[in-house]
Structure formats: C-alpha cells, structure tokens
C-alpha cells in the first residue's frame, strides 16, 4: 500500500515537474527569439561572435564555439561551395561600338609598347584616341602618369579596339594615376601581376582635377582597389562614370591593406553602374572588405544595376565581406571633403542591384543622409543595415533575404519591401530563396509568379536595362535571363580560382 502511493505521488510530482519544465523551456525560446529579433543579430553574425569570445578558453568552451559557428553559419548560408560556373552576366562585354575620333585635328594613335603608350599619354591632346595594338603589355616601376587634359566634348581616349585583344599587365603600386580631367579608359584587360598583393594596389588612381572621368567596358583582376578615387587639398575628381566593367580577383587578398574594388573618397556626382564586382576577400588585418563604397563627405553618388557577388569562386573564408555601402566604415576627418565628415554622404543612391553571398551586410549605410536605397535583390547576406544618428534612408521595393535593420538613433523609412524574419533563419529557413529556381547557384529564373509590388512604378530600367512595368516585381530585376551577355575570353571565368 504505502509503495503504491509513493509511486502515483513520485508520478505526480514528475508530471508536474516535466510541465514547469516545458513551461520554462517555452518562456525561454520566446524571450530567445524576441532578443533575435530586437538585436537583429543574424546568425552569420553571431556564429563567428561566439567562435571568437570562446577561444583562449579550455577545450570544451573552445569547441562548442566552433560548433555554434559552423551551425548557426550553415543554418544562415547554407552550401558554402565554390559556384561551378561564372555567370556571363553585365559586366564587360564582348562587342561595345566605338565613337569616332571627337574633333578635327585630333588624331589615332597606335600604340606597340609599354614605352610608346608612356610617351602617348605624356603628349596626348583634347580629342586624341590612344589605340593600343592586340598584345600583352607589362608595367613596372613608377605610375603610369596621365596629366594631360581632355575636354568636355573632347576627352582624350585609351582603348582597345576590340574587347579582350590587349592585357596590360601592372608590376607597380598604381596603375594610371589620372590626374588631369575628361579622360575614357575602354575595352582593356588589367591584371595585377605583383609578387605581394600589398604591392598591386590600384589599377586606376583617379585623384584631384580628374573629373569626368570614364572607365568602360574593362575587365580588371587582382587589385586591392580597383578603383581609388580621392580629392588632394581643395581639389576633387567628380563626374566620374564607372559602366560595364567586370573586377574581381583570382586569389584571397593576402594584405592588411584595403580591399575594395570600387574605393571613393570625398568626390561627387558619380556614377557606378553595369559593372560585375567579385571576390574581394582580405586575408590579413581586420578582414573587412567592400565591393564598393562611397565615403568621405561627398554627395549624389550612385550605384545602379551591379551585380555585386561577394564570395563567388572564394569561399568559407573569415572575415567580413560588404556588398555596398553609402559610408564604408568612415574617414578620418583629414581626408573629408569638408574636413568634418558631418556625413559620409549626402544623398547617394544605390538602386536596382544584385548582392549576393555577403558574410555581412548585403548594403551598409554609415552616417548617410538622406538616402535611396530602392529595388534591389539581396541574397544571402545579413540583409541591409542603416545606422547612426547622422543616417536616414528610403528604402523601398527591395526584395531582401534578411533583415532590414536600423541602428543607433539612425532614422529608416522602410516602406514595402520583402524580407525574411531573422527567427526564420536561425531555423534554416529562407522564404525568399525559394522564390528562385536555385538561388545558391545564381539561376534566378523565378519558381512561380513573381511577387508584385501593389504601387505604381515610375518609370525606369531594372538590372537587365528592361523598363519596368506599373506594377513592378520587389527587387532588381523582372527576367534575370535577360542579364546575360556574351562572356570575353579575357573575362576571369577563364582565370583558374586560387585559394
């Protein structure tokens, strides 16, 4: 009798006990999945978090950091495996029409060799075309000196006459350091060949009186920064237009130094559009790269219809990879336009772009004021961050796999756009994904209809140059088939990956 009863009150008191356990465990997952949501941490984020705060702890702590980041990292990301093929998408392009000489009185210029391309540019003229003959060409030593100016109906040419037929191969610090207005640079091919990659910095050093500058139809590989651009003293290069160019590196940027394709500094007004922008991995030092920003107090900057892949060929590597940012990680006032950086920018616009496989932040804006951040397509990132008091934005249309987030008294204006809630990642579920036929592997045709935004759009070109309808699609793009171009034989699909 009495082993009866001590039995149905032990069963009882476990009965009971097993429900304050699911009670507690309940209150736990939800105050859990209220702190995701409130921190907007994605797991991307956290998962290296606890790698890094467990290390120098014993065994046990130090692997169950490992663990939590290779979870929490697989739940968010998924295959971490180099893509089998490049797209041939935007980017340089196998055939660009050629504009005939600007002026009477300008002439073409062919040019054979390192040495002649020197001396053409040293006494080039308004309207002159510099033509360099098919061939691989090598620089080294000093930077290649463009000083001499164009003008505004006559800018001064560089090209090849037909893509992927001329390689210019920099063993140098810089490339061309344009210092002089209204010059085009098209239908090159540039690699960096330095033994060090803190050697190979940039390609093009656009500084000072170098407004109106156009970079068109290139295909750059192995740089830190493909393209620096920055002001000295009062002076500072605006205007710029960089279209239809394809950079990426072969190899992990083994440098401390940066690694940002597309490095702008304090001028205006510029224009980055149609380019393809991949692997940009930093190696050493704080392991944070950018496809491209913006930075240094200037204003109207804008990146338009990129396709921005962060990781592509390089993957599984540590470290923080940005897509686009509107302020980078900001200046040092002694490199501000205004010697302040009240802002880092001032109404700049990133618009109808593709950015895909970020460790962190698909768009990042950084005491950005008064901002655009419109219709465009962000995959596999942490999603799109406003942040600090001196930061406002509109963003609206975008299709965002993540979150739409702002930070420290920043001031967002997020009006109709698609995302996936951060509780669905740490699950390992990605809604937007799915909209795509496979969008780990870049084929983004959609599973079924496309989702549509209910307001009417004005009128303007999505990725793919299509104009798009009334009732647009969320994102960047209405058909990503028709993104595809003809791929150059110089284009870094050729290039064996390195890691």
């Known amino acids: 009798m009495f082993t009866a009863i001590m039995h149905r009150m032990t069963a009882n008191c476990l009965k009971r006990l097993s429900w304050v356990g699911v009670v507690t465990l309940a209150v736990l997952m939800i105050a859990m999945i209220a702190a995701i949501e409130h921190f907007a941490i994605a797991p991307r984020s ?33 295959s971490q495996l180099p893509l089998a093929l490049t797209p041939s998408l935007i980017g ?16 073409e210029i062919l040019i054979n060799s390192a ?18 003959l098919p061939g691989s060409y090598r620089f080294s030593g000093q930077p290649i000196n463009v000083s001499r100016p164009g003008s505004r109906d006559h800018p001064i040419t560089v090209r090849a006459q037909q893509p992927g037929t001329v390689t210019l191969e920099f063993d140098l610090q810089e490339g061309f350091l344009v210092t002089a ?46 393209f620096k651009i920055n002001g000295n003293g009062n002076a500072y290069p605006d205007h710029g237009l960089i ?21 702008l500094v304090g001028a205006s007004h510029w224009r980055i ?25 200037g204003t109207g900057n804008r990146f338009e219809r990129n396709i921005v892949l962060c990781e592509h060929r390089l993957r599984g590597v540590p470290g923080q990879r940005v897509g686009l940012s509107l302020g980078g990680g900001g200046t040092g006032a002694a490199y501000c336009r205004d010697q302040r950086c009240i802002t880092e920018q001032d109404g700049g616009v990133i618009h109808s772009n593709l950015i895909a496989s970020c460790s962190d932040d698909g768009i990042y804006l950084n005491r950005a004021a008064a901002s655009q951040v419109t219709h465009n397509t962000v995959l596999d990132t ?44 740490y ?15 870049l084929d983004l045709g959609w599973q079924h209809r496309p989702p549509r935004r209910d307001a009417s759009e004005p009128s303007s070109p999505d990725l793919c140059a299509a104009v798009r309808p009334s009732r647009p699609v969320y994102g960047a793009f209405e058909d990503f088939s028709a993104c595809r171009i003809p791929p150059m034989q110089s284009d870094p699909a050729f290039v064996p990956a390195m890691r």
């Open 115 to 132: 040495a002649a391309a020197i001396a053409a540019l040293g006494r080039a003229r308004a309207g002159d075309v510099l033509v360099f």
């Open 273 to 297: 559009q149609g380019n393809l922008i991949s692997d940009f991995i930093k190696g050493q030092g704080n392991r944070i790269s950018y496809g491209g920003f913006a930075k240094g107090a």
């Open 382 to 425: 942490s999603g799109i961050t406003v942040r600090f008091a001196a930061s406002s934005a509109d963003v609206e249309g975008n299709l965002v796999d993540g979150v739409i987030r702002n930070r420290d008294d920043s001031v967002l204006r997020a009006i109709d756009n698609l995302t996936t809630g951060l509780t669905r990642s």
């Open 92 to 107: 340089a392009r196998a055939s660009m029409p050629l504009a005939p000489l600007a002026a009477a009185g300008s002439q």
């Open 427 to 441: 699950l390992g579920w990605h809604p937007v994904r799915n909209l795509y036929r496979q969008a780990a592997e």
């Open 46 to 78: 956290l998962g290296p978090y606890l790698e890094r705060r467990a290390s120098g702890h014993n065994p046990v702590i130090v692997g169950f950091g490992q663990w939590a980041n290779r979870t929490l990292t697989a739940l968010d990301r998924g």
């Open 243 to 263: 279209e239809s160019n394809t950079l990426s590196n072969t190899s992990i940027r083994q440098t401390a130094n940066p690694v940002t394709p597309i490095d």
């Open 181 to 226: 207005p209204f010059w085009v640079f098209e239908n090159l091919t540039i690699r960096g060949v330095c033994a060090r990659h803190s050697y190979c910095e940039h390609a093009f050093h656009v500084v000072a009186g170098a407004s109106n500058f156009v970079a068109r139809n290139n295909v750059i590989t192995d740089f830190n920064a493909h």
